[in-house]
């Protein structure tokens, strides 16, 4: 079974910081992708970054980054130059492939990040 | 960009009552999906649909519970009889392939509402 964990239930950090947020994942599959999403207070949930299990390099997406180990099974975002909107809560989650070739999303329990002024 | 929009934002029903939220996913997606969340908590699957039929569904998606796509562009989620604890926002999603590197891409929520 796939599991997701994010011990962080909430961060600060200071506008123009970077900060990490911690994702670890259990999975016993070779095939697999990570995702971080942004749920602002609003609700809606936002895609941020993508790493596939076999990608030797790092994702990044402007000032998104995913800090892969494979061997530690972490996938943490890594979020530079924080602005007041960064402000939400931010959920990893992991799609592995099955035999029966679908797969669904499964999701941490996410961590609150809150930027400071 | 396209996106996936749902209706309602927010419903409110009376317990024993049949809701539908309806959502219509991104016109070349092929994939759908429904999630909730209940109030502060996790993002919890319910059921993934394809070419007309679910693939998958959480052992919370009991006979209380259906989808159907009744034309090329809507997806349901109908609660036939609701409970307390249905209260959620529940997400509809969707995905242009079922591989691993595919985004869910979701919609806004429909904040459901039993009292």
């Known amino acids: 079974a796939q599991k997701i964990t994010q011990t962080q239930p909430g961060m600060f950090v200071q506008e123009k910081e970077a900060v990490t947020l911690d994702c670890t994942y259990d999975t016993s599959d070779q095939s697999y992708g990570l995702f971080w999403y942004k749920q602002p207070s609003s609700g809606e949930m936002i895609f941020l970054i993508y790493?596939?299990?076999?990608?030797?390099q790092n994702a990044t997406e402007g000032r998104y980054s995913l800090n892969f180990q494979k061997a530690r099974k972490s996938a943490n975002l890594v979020i530079s130059a924080s602005q007041l909107g960064d402000s939400a809560m931010y959920f990893c989650?992991?799609?592995?492939?099955?035999?029966?070739?679908?797969?669904?999303?499964?999701f941490g329990t996410g961590t609150r990040l809150l930027v400071s002024p | 960009e396209p996106e996936v929009t749902q209706t309602p934002s927010h419903q409110v029903t009376q317990m024993g009552q049949e809701v539908i939220l309806r959502c219509v996913p991104i016109s070349n997606h092929l994939y759908f999906y429904w999630y909730r969340q209940i109030l502060g908590q996790k993002v919890e699957f319910l059921v993934s649909f394809y070419n007309n039929e679910i693939s998958e569904k959480s052992e919370i998606f009991d006979d209380q519970f259906s989808v159907e796509r009744p034309d090329g562009s809507n997806f349901t989620l109908k609660i036939r009889s609701t409970k307390l604890e249905d209260s959620a926002m529940y997400f509809c999603a969707s995905s242009e392939l079922t591989g691993t590197n595919s985004p869910l891409h979701f919609g806004n929520g429909t904040r459901l509402t039993v009292t």
């Open positions: 989650a992991m799609r592995a492939r099955k035999n029966t070739g679908f797969q669904k999303l499964v």
């Open positions: 790493q596939g299990s076999y990608d030797e």
